[in-house]
T-cell receptor
Framework: GNSVTQMEGPVTLSEEAFLTINCTYTATGYPSLFWYVQYPGEGLQLLLK?????DKGSNKGFEATYRKETTSFHLEKGSVQVSDSAVYFCALGNYGQNFVFGPGTRLSVLP | EPEVTQTPSHQVTQMGQEVILRCVPI?????FYWYRQILGQKVEFLVS????????KSEIFDDQFSVERPDGSNFTLKIRSTKLEDSAMYFC?????????????FGSGTRLTVV
C-alpha cells in the first residue's frame, strides 16, 4: 500500500537558517505529492504540491521537487523565520485512493 | 478564497454521549472526507463520501460512526457513543474531483474532548 515517511522531529533552527525536511514515499503508479502545514492551534493548510516526476512545487519560499528515482519529496527553505514554526506533513495522493499523511515534523525557529 | 468551515471549534462531551461534528464544504466540491488527528500523532483517514454515499472507510470508522449530507451544504460526522479514545482533532476536507491533483482543502478542525 501507499505510505509516507518523514524525518523525525522536532527540528530546531535559528532564524535565517536553511531548512530541509526529508520525505520519502512508497506507492504504486504515479502519485501526487503534497506538503501541508499546521500552525499552532490551526488546521491543515496546503503549502505546495507536485503532480508528476521532476515537478517542483513552491510557495512562501518553500520548495520541494518530486524525485521519482529516489521516491522523495524533500521540503526546503533557504532562510526560515520564526513565523515558520509549525508542524509540516508530507502527504501522498493516488488516483482512486485517499490521502496518506506522514507522521509530521515539528519545526521550531528561534529568534 | 473559498474555505471549508467546521463547527464547533471545540466540543467537550461525556463518555457515552452522542456528538455531531459539522462541516460546510466548498460549494462546488463533490468529494468530502473526514480525518482525525489524535494529539501529537499522525493524521488518519476516516471516511470519504461522494454522490450521497460512503465511497471508502478505514478500520477506525466502525459502527459507532456515521456520516450524512442532510442538505446541499452540510456534511456531518456523528459519533453515537463516545469513548475516551475518540478524543482528537477531527478535520473535514473537500475536493472538486476524485483526482487528487488539486489537493484537499481542509477545515480548521473540531477538537473533541471526551471526559
Amino acid at each position: 500500500g501507499n505510505s509516507v515517511t518523514q524525518m523525525e522531529g522536532p527540528v530546531t533552527l535559528s532564524e535565517e537558517a536553511f531548512l530541509t525536511i526529508n520525505c520519502t514515499y512508497t506507492a504504486t503508479g504515479y502519485p501526487s505529492l503534497f506538503w501541508y502545514v499546521q500552525y499552532p492551534g490551526e488546521g491543515l493548510q496546503l503549502l505546495l504540491k507536485a503532480t508528476k516526476a521532476d515537478d517542483k512545487g513552491s510557495n512562501k519560499g518553500f520548495e520541494a521537487t518530486y524525485r521519482k528515482e529516489t521516491t522523495s519529496f524533500h521540503l526546503e527553505k533557504g532562510s526560515v523565520q520564526v513565523s515558520d514554526s509549525a508542524v509540516y506533513f508530507c502527504a501522498l495522493g493516488n488516483y482512486g485512493q485517499n490521502f496518506v499523511f506522514g507522521p509530521g515534523t515539528r519545526l521550531s525557529v528561534l529568534p | 478564497e473559498p474555505e471549508v468551515t467546521q463547527t464547533p471549534s471545540h466540543q467537550v462531551t461525556q463518555m457515552g454521549q452522542e456528538v455531531i461534528l459539522r462541516c460546510v464544504p466548498i460549494s462546488n466540491h463533490l468529494y468530502f472526507y473526514w480525518y482525525r488527528q489524535i494529539l501529537g500523532q499522525k493524521v488518519e483517514f476516516l471516511v470519504s463520501f461522494y454522490n450521497n454515499e460512503i465511497s471508502e472507510k478505514s478500520e477506525i470508522f466502525d459502527d459507532q460512526f456515521s456520516v450524512e449530507r442532510p442538505d446541499g451544504s452540510n456534511f456531518t460526522l456523528k459519533i453515537r457513543s463516545t469513548k475516551l479514545e475518540d478524543s482528537a482533532m477531527y478535520f473535514c476536507a473537500s475536493s472538486p474531483g476524485g483526482l487528487i491533483d488539486y489537493g484537499y482543502t481542509f477545515g480548521s478542525g473540531t477538537r473533541l474532548t471526551v471526559v
